[in-house]
């Protein structure tokens, strides 16, 4: 069989056992086992589980479950809730002050927990409520906590930048510091929208008022007293010193990424410990049970498609379509927004996770011979993967925001989220015209990279 046939056919069928219902570790692994036996040696097949573990062992990885126990930790216990009531009295004299204390308080709980679902969930059980109470129309409300999110596979410590630096054999502290000032981009451009949607939607209500009478609860001004604003702050600033503390360690070199993650996890398990009364048996064990649940899943993903990137590696399929493009000799900004395409449309079906550990053997190549640094484009791609997280069909965080918040419609949380994918999307095209966004903060800290000739 040609090349092209083959790799046709090994596409065919991954598409036929992805829409076959089956979960994705198992769709991967079943394709590659199927191709082990009809196209590689009779041996091979033998070699399955050495292969799965010599493809996972890497110290990197090591730091999944860790982070993942952390965000559990903390997910778990009502830091969300306290960090966004923080926010929001500290942010009220601001016009929209409480759509942008939902914007910062999940990105400081994305930040400390690293998951857009559990940001989602813990940020939006709380903030979701108050706006809706104060006047913000369901859509807004919804569409805003959705989109951030989004920032827990940006902003360090990023499972996602995790695998992304595995697959691309990048520094994964590099990688993490490129994330920072994108994130903070992002930041502000949701809060800039969320002043200009404030305004509208004041300016709407204030019309109501006058022509009808009708009061809505967004005319309502709130004023917390500087007791109020200090009252607040216990609860949140040991898990804001936790978060400075384990950026210090992995940046200062105290620690390797495996040990900072090891050490974020003990301390948010003190913090919840002794600020929450969450030491109990019967209170650590749903958090230690959810880590082992979602590491469980999230390493079969990676071992399933870390086998599925060997077979198409050994059957030079990765490496003939990675020839293909670069033979295409398209321009390099055509080559990158056709990647980048690829993986808005990867992302209607696929998780961050398994778009990266797929697409890393033929995507990387032809970029790095583009001239790309592959850090910048890591920041890129992450940001373009977040989009999928609240775009339909799956759109992982709209059925999050569903679920604590039945009565708002799925339509209206579909169309409160679009205005933030158009803010991404402007997001990527600032970093490419401006890749310092990016790429300053770890060439600052860590030095330009070395040159490889």
Request: glycine share 10%; aromatic share 10%; hydrophobic share 60%.
């Amino acid at each position: 069989m040609s090349m092209l046939g083959l790799g046709l056919l090994f596409g065919a069928v991954t598409l036929l056992f992805m829409f076959s219902g089956a979960p994705i570790s198992f769709a991967l692994g079943s394709v590659a086992v199927l191709f082990m036996y009809l196209f590689m040696p009779a041996q091979a097949l033998d070699t399955v589980t050495q292969n799965v573990y010599e493809e996972m062992a890497s110290i990197t990885l090591l730091s999944i479950p860790l982070f993942i126990l952390k965000g559990a930790a903390i997910g778990r216990s009502r830091a969300g809730q306290d960090l966004y009531a923080a926010m929001h009295v500290w942010m009220g004299r601001i016009p929209g002050g409480l759509g942008i204390a939902n914007v910062f308080a999940c990105a400081l709980f994305a930040a400390m927990a690293g998951s857009s679902p559990a940001t989602c969930s813990a940020i939006g059980s709380a903030g979701i409520p108050e706006m809706r109470k104060r006047g913000y129309s369901p859509g807004f409300a919804a569409g805003i906590i959705a989109a951030g999110g989004t920032l827990g596979i940006l902003l360090p410590p990023s499972i996602t930048m995790i695998l992304y630096a595995v697959a691309a054999e990048q520094s994964l502290g590099r990688l993490f510091l490129a994330g920072i000032f994108p994130g903070v981009l992002l930041v502000g451009l949701f809060a800039a929208y969320a002043v200009l949607r404030y305004r509208h939607e004041y300016q709407l209500a204030q019309r109501a008022y006058e022509s009808q009478g009708t009061a809505s609860a967004l005319l309502a001004r709130e004023i917390f007293t500087n007791r109020q604003k200090f009252e607040m702050l216990p609860r949140v600033v040991p898990f804001v010193l936790l978060l400075i503390g384990v950026m210090v360690a992995l940046y200062g070199g105290f620690a390797t990424p495996s040990e900072t993650a090891g050490l974020g996890a003990v301390l948010a398990l003190v913090l919840i410990a002794t600020i929450y009364g969450v030491w109990r048996p019967k209170d650590v064990a749903p958090i230690l049970t959810a880590t082992l649940r979602e590491s469980t899943m999230l390493m079969m993903i990676i071992g399933m498609s870390l086998l599925f990137s060997y077979v198409m590696s050994f059957l030079h399929i990765s490496q003939s379509a990675a020839e293909w493009i670069v033979g295409m000799q398209l321009s390099k900004w055509v080559l990158l927004a056709a990647v980048l395409l690829m993986v808005i449309l990867l992302g209607f079906f696929l998780p961050p996770v398994s778009i990266i550990l797929m697409t890393a053997p033929i995507i990387l190549p032809p970029l790095k011979a583009a001239g790309f640094d592959l850090i910048w484009f890591g920041v890129l791609m992450t940001i373009v993967m977040e989009t999928g997280l609240i775009h339909p069909p799956v759109g992982l965080n709209i059925f999050v925001i569903k679920n604590i918040a039945p009565d708002i419609s799925l339509s209206d949380i579909i169309w409160g989220v679009l205005p933030f994918v158009l803010l991404m999307f402007l997001a990527v095209l600032l970093i490419c015209v401006f890749p310092g966004i990016a790429t300053g903060l770890p060439d600052a800290v860590m030095g330009m990279p070395a040159v490889k000739s």
